[in-house]
Antibody, heavy 119, light 108 residues
Framework: EVQLVQSGAEVKKPGESLKISCKGSGYSFSSYWIAWVRQMPGKGLEWMGIIYPGDSDTRYNPSFQGQVTFSVDKSINTAYLHFSSLKASDTAMYYC????????????WGKGTTVTVSS | SSEVTQDPAVSVALGQTVRITCQGDSLRIYHASWYQRKPGQAPVLVIFGENNRPSGIPDRFSGSRSGDTASLTITGAQAEDEADYYCNSRDTNGDPWVFGGGTHLTVL
């Protein structure tokens, strides 16, 4: 079964750093892009960007450039979303999704990681 | 334009047909994909490409496009289809960053 398993919910304070993970299984992890998607409370979905595990090629949605960093450890089939200094406005659900090369959609999604940033 | 827009809410009687639309300039060039999101669950891809359903998606879901508008049609809506539906396309630069704002479907 193809699946993406995300790390658990996080509660952080403003200014703290955070790394959330997304582990793929059941397919060739290196051959599909991993996308990160944000959903803020009561709002819609937003693509943050994508990373290709095969060579770590990374593309950021301009709206998120400089705000987050993607990385991948293909030896353990895991992608990461990094926040260097959290803000209250980073409070959201974050999803990872598998994105076939050349496609504009995510065909398999993780269950999401809730991030709460509060002092 | 790099945006696509959706009606915020649509309702349909049980067993009837409903069309959910997504409008934007990029849809003249690129197909939309569609996702279903139920409360507390991850989004599920229901339509991609011209009119393709992933494995496991019922054939009552179909997609189409005309001009600047893409549509998701549910033929014979079921109670379990009540959800938020999001369209997704590329912007006019070809970057795959565009989601519609979502349409909440109520099945009456």
């Amino acid at each position: 079964e193809v699946q993406l398993v995300q790390s658990g919910a996080e509660v952080k304070k403003p200014g703290e750093s955070l790394k959330i993970s997304c582990k793929g299984s059941g397919y060739s992890f290196s051959s599909y892009w991993i996308a990160w998607v944000r959903q803020m409370p009561g709002k819609g979905l937003e693509w943050m960007g994508i990373i290709y595990p095969g060579d770590s090629d990374t593309r950021y949605n301009p709206s998120f450039q400089g705000q987050v960093t993607f990385s991948v450890d293909k030896s353990i089939n895991t992608a990461y979303l990094h926040f260097s200094s959290l803000k209250a406005s980073d409070t959201a659900m974050y999803y990872c999704a598998r994105r076939p090369s050349g496609a504009g959609y995510g065909d398999v999604w993780g269950k999401g990681t809730t991030v709460t940033v509060s002092s | 334009s790099s945006e696509v827009t959706q009606d915020p809410a649509v309702s349909v009687a049980l067993g009837q047909t409903v069309r959910i639309t997504c409008q934007g300039d990029s849809l003249r060039i690129y197909h939309a994909s569609w996702y279903q999101r139920k409360p507390g669950q991850a989004p599920v891809l229901v339509i991609f490409g011209e009119n393709n359903r992933p494995s496991g998606i019922p054939d009552r879901f179909s997609g189409s496009r005309s001009g600047d508008t893409a549509s998701l049609t549910i033929t014979g809506a079921q109670a379990e289809d009540e959800a938020d539906y999001y369209c997704n396309s590329r912007d006019t630069n070809g970057d795959p960053w565009v989601f519609g704002g979502g349409t909440h479907l109520t099945v009456l």
